[in-house]
């Protein structure tokens, strides 16, 4: 992937469609520094203020786990702890509105490993104490024998004794957790669903769809295992699924590697046929628009992917699209304002 910047993002430019329509955009990411991408080194609270103060109304959003600022001594376990200490002080600066009307990371989402079982409970509770915007933990699942993607933890991690054990300490806690991983194993989070099925669950990036090594130039067969298992995990009434995600180099669409940046017209048009399957299996109660930012900055512009986003939702009724884009996130993370 060769990242152009900001200077390419800004060729491609339109208005803000629906300005008023109030948003809560439920998965970005801070980082301090970063080595990849190198166009998005830094990525913090002034840079976000500039992406959500583009011209939509994104009233608030959600920060995921990053691997940003964790302890640097201590007991390994609590060392992710870090993350949402210095978050909350990003979260508590947003509050000032000294950075605009935007509450960012009105709820925080950290990491834990799972397969801590009862002994990720102290965790949990440190990062609760860390914060009061604190909602839960991702701990991604994601592995594919395919040297294409990243594994970002065991093969059959949902279905080990510890992981499920601690997901029950989770729901126990009253707490969410947040997962990634790829389309094939859809079927698996439906039978940890099922095994826990007093914990929320949020479904990142429409399910993991993948597009390339393997599954590239394999659509025809591809996206029919994707529904399938999109269509698996919907019976699941404790999970929810977050529409985005898709400008990242796995979903197989080379956005990035364009002369000018996509447009939102073109972006609806290619989405809506993955988001409005996801919204007819789930409900609209049960779905989330998310941004991904800055991950899928490389792809398309802020600006762009909301109005692509206004776009393909533009035929479900206003209090289904303002579940899409606030009310869900709202009930689901426990955002007050």
């Not at 691997?67 to 200490?85: A, I, N, T």
């Not at 529409?243 to 796995?250: E, N």
Request: charged content about 25%.
């Amino acid at each position: 992937m060769v990242i152009k910047g900001e200077n390419w993002l800004a060729l491609t430019t339109e208005e803000t469609l629906e300005p008023d329509l109030p948003i809560c955009d439920t998965h970005h990411h801070f980082w301090v520094s970063r080595p990849e991408p190198p166009a998005y080194q830094r990525y913090l609270l002034p840079e976000l203020t500039d992406d959500v103060g583009s011209g939509h109304n994104v009233r608030s959003t959600v920060f995921i786990e990053v691997r940003c600022e964790y302890r640097q001594d201590g007991p390994e376990e609590m060392r992710p702890v870090g993350e949402v200490e210095y978050i909350e002080t990003i979260a508590a600066e947003s509050a000032t509105g000294s950075h605009g009307p935007t509450k960012a990371a009105a709820a925080i989402m950290g990491h834990a490993d799972l397969k801590l079982g009862e002994r990720v409970r102290p965790v949990l509770e440190a990062m609760r104490d860390a914060s009061p915007r604190f909602r839960g933990v991702r701990h991604s699942t994601g592995w594919d024998a395919s040297p294409e993607l990243a594994q970002r933890d065991i093969r059959g991690a949902l279905s080990t004794d510890g992981y499920r054990a601690g997901a029950r300490v989770m729901a126990e806690m009253g707490l969410v957790l947040e997962n990634s991983l790829y389309h094939p194993q859809l079927p698996e989070l439906a039978e940890f669903a099922r095994a826990v099925p007093d914990l929320t669950i949020v479904l990142n990036h429409i399910g993991g769809l993948v597009r390339v090594g393997p599954y590239a130039n394999r659509d025809d067969e591809v996206l029919p295992a994707w529904r399938a298992g999109v269509a698996e995990v919907a019976q699941c009434p404790n999970v929810v699924i977050k529409l985005g995600g898709v400008g990242q180099v796995r979903y197989g669409y080379g956005w990035d590697g364009r002369e000018t940046p996509i447009g939102s017209e073109e972006l609806a048009e290619t989405l809506g046929p993955l988001m409005n399957y996801c919204i007819e299996q789930f409900g609209p109660e049960r779905c989330m628009f998310e941004s991904n930012f800055p991950v899928d900055k490389p792809s398309y512009s802020y600006h762009v992917l909301f109005n692509a986003f206004k776009r393909l939702s533009s035929g479900y009724t206003a209090s289904e699209r303002a579940a899409l884009f606030h009310d869900t996130a709202m009930r689901v993370y426990g955002i007050n304002y």
